[in-house]
């Protein structure tokens, strides 16, 4: 049995190690060893990895998307609320009541002054920084905090609660013990806001969720509210702000590209859409087998544990024959970079809001935008289920001023 082949290091920089074009090539499905014990089957190819993720009723999330990468993860099942593992119509429930807040369109169109207002106020600040700075910690987090944090108003004091939750949650080493212990302080913080919005209802994320379970046969219970508001901060602080830290080091590598989204702006949005399928947002979704069924003729036992390779499917030349090639002016294609079936990412639409602000905005303020150090000095995470880099140094000779009219 082989080892998981982990992406994220300075030899694969912007994509899936190599030896996940030759498991493509040889068929697709192999047994590996993960690195928190678990042992696997891994799916390589972009049709198989949809098959898994479109059917979960014969592959479930109950086991926990990234059980086979971070040990914080491990779980005998879903807790109350935690509906990223749960499947069927229990996770439908949640489901139904968030998407309306970050992913419904209407809504979009509604934050995306906000998300706006957000990226040229971090830009204005840099323009006040003398470089270089890690653009990754002062620019990518502090937007995406920034959103995220003002969509459940909380308030900038209190946000480092969720920065540090996120940080224990996605850092590889992490033990459950060390997860439970880093989420004490924010879970107790997020009872407050709970119990306070019950009985003040606002218009923040969080109140309009209350308002709407409130309104059906099953209302949400406290704790499972604290566990919905939990993972919207934690995903919204660190995914998305991965991709912008790991996209724009990628187009700061492909200046050809970066000179083409500096001129034309318009292209921002499927230059979004290029970024998330060329570098992939995690290391793979782990499943679990619920029946004994077969995945592209391989057969699979009942409590088989099965990983996803994103990374890979999103460069089977299947999907696209120049697959490892970035290109911003590409036309949007049907990748699964945000996941596919009922547990793509329900936050999907808010993470393209913030990518397209950036790559519109950034590139044309901060024409002169350059690595700070030498590329092969980046260090990049490792077994870890968020890729990026861990800092992203930069300099410039000058920010211009925002645009008026914005995206």
């Known amino acids: 049995m082989r080892e998981l082949p982990l992406a994220g ?11 996940y074009a030759e498991l493509r090539a040889a068929g697709g499905v192999t047994r590996v060893a993960c690195p928190t014990g678990l042992d696997a089957w891994l799916v390589t190819r972009y049709a198989d990895v949809r098959e898994v993720l479109g059917d979960p009723r014969r592959f479930s999330n109950r086991p926990g998307t990234a059980a086979h990468i971070l040990a914080g993860y491990a779980g005998d ?3 109350e609320g935690d509906f990223s593992r749960m499947d069927g119509a229990e996770h439908l429930r949640f489901r139904r009541h968030m998407a309306p807040e970050v992913s419904n369109m209407r809504r979009i169109a509604q934050l995306r002054p906000l998300v706006q207002r957000i990226v040229d106020a971090r830009l204005d600040a840099l323009a006040q920084t003398a470089p270089p700075v890690d653009l990754y910690a002062s620019f990518a987090r502090p937007v995406t905090t920034g959103v995220i944090a003002e969509l459940l108003s909380v308030p900038e004091p209190d946000r480092p609660l969720f920065q540090h939750a996120a940080e224990a949650l996605f850092a590889g080493a992490s ?11 924010l879970l107790e913080y997020l009872y407050g806001m709970v119990v306070t919005r019950r ?22 219970t406290d704790n499972e509210l604290i566990a919905m508001s939990a993972g919207l901060l ?24 970066l000179a083409r989204l ?25 499943r679990e087998v619920v029946a004994d069924t077969e995945i592209a003729g391989q057969p699979v036992r009942a409590g088989d544990l099965v990983v996803v390779a994103i990374q890979s499917a999103n460069r089977d030349e299947a999907l696209y024959a120049d697959g490892d090639r970035l290109d911003v002016g590409r036309a949007p294609g049907p990748h699964v970079g945000f996941g596919h079936g009922p547990h793509q990412c329900v936050g999907q639409q808010l993470a393209r809001l913030e990518l397209t602000a950036v790559l519109a905005t950034l ?22 289920a968020v890729l990026g880099p861990v800092a992203v140094p930069v300099a410039w000779d000058e920010v211009l001023p925002a645009l008026e009219d914005g995206l």
């Open 9 to 19: 290091e300075q030899r694969c920089p912007f994509g899936p190690p190599p030896e």
């Open 175 to 185: 033990s459950a013990d060390e997860v439970a212990a880093a989420l004490k302080p």
């Open 77 to 79: 099942g879903p807790g």
């Open 234 to 257: 934690i995903a919204g602080y660190d995914t998305t702000a991965s991709m912008i830290g790991h996209g724009v080091l990628a187009l700061l590598e492909h200046p050809d590209e």
């Open 199 to 220: 009985a003040e209802p606002g218009e923040d994320v969080l109140s309009r969720m209350i308002v709407r379970s409130d309104q059906t046969d099953r209302p949400f």
């Open 363 to 384: 590139p044309p303020r901060v024409p002169s935008l350059r690595l700070a150090v030498p590329f092969d000095d980046i260090r990049f995470k490792t077994r870890t």
């Open 262 to 286: 500096r001129e034309r702006p318009e292209l921002a949005a499927g230059a979004a859409e290029e970024l998330v399928r060329y570098l992939g947002v995690g290391a793979g979704l782990l």
